[in-house]
């Protein structure tokens, strides 16, 4: 669903007439300033974007939830549209992607180290505040994507388990600190993630993050079951 369309509120009623299954939206918002780094939207700001609010309130009236993708640099703004729909569940996908974050990626994008080394600053400092709304929910996923520039061990052969777990188990732990264990759920990124982990890897890398904090049937099961409002109608919350 296209949440700036007039006609958005129809078309989510005709998806809850066709399916008890219906929970939410995802609608991306990433956009990027770095030619070399692929936007999945025209324009930035969608989620200030009038007429996107204006369908958000649709969401919100049918009880249903928002993923959030967006690159890191967005963070700001999906704190803003958390904070306008309190009674809105969002769910934040890929932990922001902060791209070229760990390597460089696109034509500019981290580049240096001293670049990597801010961007990760701001992100923390986003993601702590993204936080603070407390209808956000957060997902562990997304570790695989490319964008977030992990490097390759030698050309060809992918990123070795110790470098991928040393290199992103920052990330994890920061989310995990951020949003706390009812907060957060592990989740796939597939296919997307393919060329760098396998599915129980990535579970497997999260759960070694977190050590002594994880609880295994609340990051794979309790949490998605309230955060989805699995075997409850599709409005009840």
């Given at each position: 669903?296209?949440?700036?369309?007039?006609?958005v509120?129809?078309?989510?009623?005709?998806?809850?007439?066709?399916?008890?299954?219906?929970?939410?939206?995802?609608?991306?918002?990433?956009?990027h300033?770095?030619?070399?780094?692929?936007s999945?939207?025209?324009?930035?700001?969608l989620?200030?974007?009038?007429?996107?609010?204006?369908?958000?309130?649709?969401?919100?009236?049918?009880?249903?939830?928002?993923?959030?993708?967006c690159?890191?640099?967005?963070l700001?703004?999906?704190r803003?549209?958390?904070?306008?729909?309190?009674?809105?569940?969002?769910?934040?996908?890929?932990?922001?992607?902060?791209?070229?974050?760990?390597?460089?990626?696109?034509?500019?994008?981290?580049?240096?180290?001293?670049?990597?080394?801010?961007?990760?600053?701001?992100?923390?400092?986003?993601?702590?505040?993204?936080a603070?709304?407390?209808n956000?929910?957060?997902?562990?996923?997304?570790?695989?994507?490319?964008?977030?520039?992990?490097p390759?061990?030698?050309?060809?052969?992918?990123?070795?388990?110790?470098?991928?777990?040393?290199?992103?188990?920052?990330?994890?732990?920061?989310v995990?600190?951020?949003?706390?264990?009812?907060?957060?759920?592990?989740?796939?990124?597939?296919?997307?993630?393919?060329p760098?982990?396998?599915?129980?890897?990535s579970?497997?890398?999260?759960?070694?993050?977190?050590?002594?904090?994880?609880d295994?049937?609340?990051?794979?099961?309790?949490?998605?079951?309230?955060?989805?409002?699995?075997?409850?109608?599709?409005?009840?919350?």
């Open positions: 669903a296209d949440l700036r369309d007039p006609l509120g129809e078309l989510l009623d005709a998806h809850l007439a066709a399916s008890p299954l219906v929970r939410g939206v995802r609608q991306m918002a990433a956009f300033a770095d030619s070399d780094v692929r999945w939207t025209e324009a930035p700001g989620f200030a974007d009038p007429a996107f609010r204006r369908g958000f309130e649709e969401l919100s009236r049918r009880s249903l939830s928002f993923e959030i993708w690159y890191a640099h967005q700001p703004d999906a803003a549209l958390a904070l306008a729909f309190p009674e809105t569940t969002c769910v934040l996908d890929h932990y922001g992607t902060p791209v070229g974050a760990l390597g460089p990626r696109g034509r500019v994008t981290g580049q240096t180290p001293m670049a990597r080394v801010a961007m990760l600053g701001a992100w923390r400092d986003d993601i702590a505040a993204l603070e709304a407390p956000v929910v957060a997902k562990h996923s997304g570790l695989g994507m490319p964008l977030l520039g992990l390759e061990d030698s050309p060809g052969r992918g990123v070795s388990y110790s470098r991928l777990r040393d290199a992103l188990s920052p990330l994890v732990r920061h995990d600190a951020s949003f706390g264990p009812d907060r957060t759920l592990w989740a796939s990124n597939f296919p997307i993630d393919k760098t982990l396998s599915l129980p890897t579970l497997k890398l999260v759960t070694e993050a977190l050590g002594g904090r994880v295994v049937e609340r990051l794979t099961r309790t949490n998605a079951r309230r955060v989805y409002r699995i075997g409850a109608s599709a409005t009840q919350r």
